[in-house]
């Protein structure tokens, strides 16, 4: 690291610093963005049987099935509403799904940044390298030919760094992007399964109450 610096100036110094907050936040989203912590296996089968045993369903337990995951607070928020009628449990969804979507694209925001930060970064070190260098040059002359292309090169190092730091952010911040979409999907595919459950507990809960 400290090689890399003096190759390229202070102006390598932000460029390893969004080099570490890049690292980081892919592994927060990695570790935060697992598949059973956002949709957990059985749990819309577990909850439709939950709702077709036509038991009443108690506050506690919605509350307990909002906090297990992202899944779980849709579900929970259809059944807040599922006396409500199907436009209201359908707004209820969507309002709560926009806010899930939020927390779940948490950082990426900052990676998409340090996505279009690192080249211009790097872009901004090399220039100020080369001022340095031509600066030198009207100070001393040319001198050794092989000494001023290695001046360049130190200077194209900063340019270099910020593509080494851009790409993986730039493929890791719609690697996620298309991950919480795919899981969106998931989870209202489940809300729909869940409503039709809910459709047919009600009317077979006015069927009961005609009888």
């Not at 220039?127 to 100070?139: E, K, N, R, S, T």
């Not at 729909?192 to 507990?201: E, K, N, T, Y």
């Amino acid at each position: 690291m400290l090689e890399l610096i003096k190759a390229g100036g202070w102006p390598m110094i932000p460029l390893l610093l969004l080099t570490v907050a890049a690292l980081a936040i892919v592994v927060e989203r990695f570790w935060s963005l697992r598949r059973e912590r956002v949709l957990p296996p059985g749990l819309g089968d577990e909850v439709r049987a939950w709702v077709a045993r036509g038991k009443p369903l108690e506050p506690a337990h919605i509350e307990s099935l909002r906090a297990t995951s992202p899944l779980g607070a849709l579900l929970a928020a259809e059944l807040d509403v599922r006396h409500r009628g199907r436009e209201v449990v359908r707004e209820r969804v969507e309002d709560v799904g926009r806010h899930l979507v939020h927390r779940m694209e948490r950082f990426l925001n900052a990676l998409g940044t340090i996505a279009a930060a690192g080249p211009l970064l790097g872009l901004f070190g090399t220039v100020v390298g080369m001022i340095q260098m031509f600066l030198g040059i009207l100070d001393h002359g040319i001198g050794d030919a092989g000494q001023l292309a290695g001046g360049i090169g130190k200077a194209l190092v900063c340019t270099a760094t910020g593509m080494v730091v851009a790409i993986p952010a730039l493929a890791f911040h719609r690697y996620f992007r298309g991950r919480i979409a795919g899981y969106i999907v998931d989870m209202e595919h489940e809300a729909m399964r869940l409503q039709d459950v809910l459709d047919d507990a009600s009317g077979a809960a006015g069927g009961s109450r005609a009888d």
